[in-house]
Structures are given as C-alpha cells and as structure tokens.
C-alpha cells in the first residue's frame, strides 16, 4: 500500500505538475504521543513539615476531605487533556489521510482527462482524415 501512496502522491504527482493539498493550519504537526504518566494525585502540593499539631481534628478532616477532592479534580483534568489530545492526533491522522486521498483523486483526474484528449483529438484527426480521402 506505501509503494502505492508513494508511487500516486509523489511520482506521478509531480510528472503531471501538481502539488500536494496545504493542510489549513500552519502549525509543525503534532507528534501523538499514546499516554501521559502522570501519578495520581501530583496536582495537588502535600502539607508542610512546619505543620504544628495544634490544629483541630475537624480541620484536618476537612483539610483531607479538600485534597482528596482537588485530587480528583485534577484526575478528571488529565483524563480529559489525555482524550482531546487523543482526538486531536486522530483527526491529524484522518486529515493527512484525506489530503492523500484528494492529491490521489486529482491525479487520476488529470490522467482521464489527459486520456480523454487524446482519444477525442486522435478520432477526431482519423475522422478528418479518412473523409478527406473518400471525398
């Protein structure tokens, strides 16, 4: 299938004089990368070792309770940042695809219509040519 691609979109691309589609954004393209490791629960900072032991055993339930959720927040954070990031590589895949298969289509286009012109020309001299001779 690369021989294909490569044989279509390059070689006789670039014999018919065409140029490959630009894609619209002008940004270096992304490299995918599969999964992000992070740890579980690197968003949120620990306390300090400066901590005293005055504070009352409501405050520390609440402060546990405020980390546990910030941690959690910052899970459903990097879960979503992981999708779009995913979507966004395969989106860039489908659009090389799409421009391929565009530069592809026109290349053939051009050969048809190549084609096409030599066999309406060439009849058309036959023809021409056969009539002048019988008249």
């Known amino acids: 299938m690369l021989q294909m691609k490569s044989l279509v979109c390059k070689t006789l691309a670039e014999c018919m004089c065409m ?3 630009s894609s619209p954004s002008v940004e270096p393209p992304l490299v995918c990368r599969n999964k992000r490791s992070v ?3 690197d968003c949120s900072s620990s306390g300090s070792p400066d901590d005293t ?4 055993s409501s405050h520390t339930t609440e402060n546990e309770s405020v980390e546990k959720m910030l ?3 910052c899970d459903h954070i990097d879960t979503r940042v992981d999708k779009e990031e ?3 590589c395969e989106d860039d895949k489908k659009n090389e695809m799409k421009n391929d298969w565009m530069l592809a289509a026109a290349v053939l286009d ?4 190549v084609a096409f012109a030599i066999v ?3 009849g058309n001299s036959i023809f021409i040519i056969l009539f002048a001779m019988f008249r």
């Open 19 to 21: 140029k490959q589609p």
């Open 86 to 88: 995913e979507q966004r």
């Open 110 to 113: 051009r050969i048809c219509v």
């Open 120 to 122: 309406v020309f060439g």
């Open 71 to 73: 941690k959690t927040i």
């Open 39 to 41: 740890a579980i629960g």
């Open 53 to 56: 032991e005055a504070t009352a």
